[in-house]
């Protein structure tokens, strides 16, 4: 059917070219025909992007970095608050947490404006009997966390940041491998000359989980040739810097992470490139989105989870009550006490799951369908379901919500795009989304396209993380 607008029976008729401009949807570059204040805008976002990804490297550094950079904006944790306090920090575990702005208390049953994105990413773990020598070298072992390539974690500088619990419930911090002058870790591979047999075998198997084991150390205590001296070296110079023993690494989070900083990628510094920014750039985007909030009438919440990469269980990920608890306190920090409202709020709300998809990638370009696939630097991508396989395991946004949120950010002029994640029947994934929308919100996917996503230097377009940050003000301003 043609449209009586673009038929000719009103007025002058249009040409093709006239009537395309009026009709067709066209995508366009975040970088295309913009002022050079423009671009200044999108390259400061950046810097303080990098920062925060330095600062954030394990979900506890980025709580750490949320709660520091939410003090600093007003926010105040919940236990100190008072029902004067309209800025309020949440603290789950250390490894979750939640900002709340609210502007009005008695609109508590409307429910709430929400982004939602996860903190925690994929990388190494130590296994809780990690240490060990072989050949006279010493060793810790990993098991990994999230879906890694693993051939991409070998032969690369790695750091270790954590925490250890002692039993006396002391908690101890640690990072080593990020200062200058500090050593770094590493996961050998096989040199090619004698690897004949390994490069016949599938990605899968080239590189195993067990043989992730990070070298730490060839030094034997005292230069005895007792067995385990070189070990027992090693557990010595932890002792001595840290004051923690073997069985310690038990109750320990220790990760291994890409060593060094996030830096701009290509000539003219269009990228950004760092491991962790899924979801990372989400998050850091929500965050600001909604610290630079103008002022506001309505009830905004951020909120950043943990566990995402392992199916967002346990009791710091989306598939627990962890939402429910903090709209819970929230409610409660300004008298409001009764389980009936918490769950109105609930359902009443709006919810951005911030998750980052993936970009067209032109050595790769096959795997995607590139109508509705996220091309870079085109904008934040608007993704209504999620899943494989007939849309399965995924929560699909109502037309009208979706409806709504592109109303909201084509009137703050965020850059947007529809994107799926690969060819239909080509694999896929899920995000937060699902589990959210059990509480009977409205739930829509949107978040930043990513090339390498889930590899230890992931690259996204500093253009959109701008247009990121834009659409989620946008949707806490006018959703
Ligand atoms: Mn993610
Ligand atoms: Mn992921």
């Not at 575990?93 to 939602?116: E, Q, R, T, Y």
């Not at 879906?147 to 750091?159: C, E, F, N, S």
């Not at 994640?421 to 409205?442: P, Q, R, S, W």
């Amino acid at each position: 059917m043609v449209s009586k607008k673009g038929s000719g029976k009103t007025g002058k008729q249009l040409d093709a070219k006239q009537l395309a401009e009026k009709l067709c949807n066209k995508k366009k570059s975040g970088w295309d025909g913009i002022t050079a204040a423009a671009e200044r805008d999108i390259m400061a976002f950046a810097e303080d992007y990098k920062r925060f990804l330095d600062d954030s490297k394990t979900e506890r550094e980025a709580v750490a970095t949320i709660g520091r950079i939410a003090r600093r904006s007003g926010y105040r944790p919940i236990g100190e608050a008072t029902k004067k306090d309209t800025k309020l920090f949440l603290n789950f575990h250390g490894v979750s947490c939640v900002l709340a702005s609210i502007a009005d208390p008695k609109k508590f049953a409307n429910g709430f404006l929400m982004v939602g994105a996860h903190i925690d990413t994929p990388r190494l773990d130590l296994k809780g009997a990690p240490l060990y020598e072989a050949e006279d070298m010493a060793y810790l072992k990993t098991h990994y966390y999230g879906g890694i390539k693993k051939y991409q974690w070998v032969t690369r500088p790695l750091a270790m940041h954590g925490v250890v619990v002692l039993e006396n419930g002391k908690k101890i911090d640690v990072v080593i491998g990020e200062d200058e002058g500090d050593p770094v870790f590493t996961i050998n591979d096989l040199l090619p000359h004698l690897a004949q047999d390994q490069m016949e075998k599938s990605a899968r198997k080239v590189i195993e989980g067990e043989n992730l084991n990070i070298l730490v150390g060839s030094i034997p205590y005292n230069f005895k040739p007792e067995s385990s001296a070189i070990k027992v070296n090693i557990l010595k110079m932890l002792h001595d810097k840290y004051g923690f023993v073997e069985e310690d690494f038990v109750s320990a989070e220790l990760q291994l992470v890409p060593a060094g900083g996030a830096r701009d990628v290509g000539l003219d510094r269009s990228f950004i490139g760092s491991h962790g920014q899924d979801d990372r750039i989400c998050a850091f985007a929500g965050m600001r989105a909604l610290l630079d909030l103008p002022k506001s009438d309505k009830n905004v919440v951020m909120v950043f989870f943990d566990k995402e990469e392992i199916g967002s269980k346990g009791n710091a990920g989306a598939n627990s009550n962890l939402l429910e608890l903090a709209v819970a306190e929230i409610l409660g920090n300004y008298g409001v006490t009764d389980y009936a409202t918490v769950l109105k709020a609930l359902r009443n709300s709006k919810f951005l799951s911030a998750d980052v998809n993936a970009g067209i990638d032109p050595e790769w370009a096959g795997v995607v369908e590139k109508m509705n696939a996220a091309k870079i630097g085109y904008g934040v991508c608007l993704t209504k379901f999620t899943g494989s396989g007939g849309k399965s395991n995924s929560s699909e946004a109502h037309a009208e919500f979706v409806a709504q949120v592109r109303k909201a950010f084509n009137k703050d002029g965020a850059l947007w795009q529809t994107a799926e994640l690969g060819k239909v029947d080509h694999g896929g994934g899920g995000t937060i989304a699902m589990y959210i929308a059990e509480y009977g919100m409205d739930v829509l996917d949107v978040g930043t396209a990513l090339l390498s996503m889930h590899s230890p230097f992931e690259v996204a377009s500093k253009a959109d993380l701008y247009h990121t940050y834009k659409a989620y003000k946008a949707f806490y301003k006018y959703c």
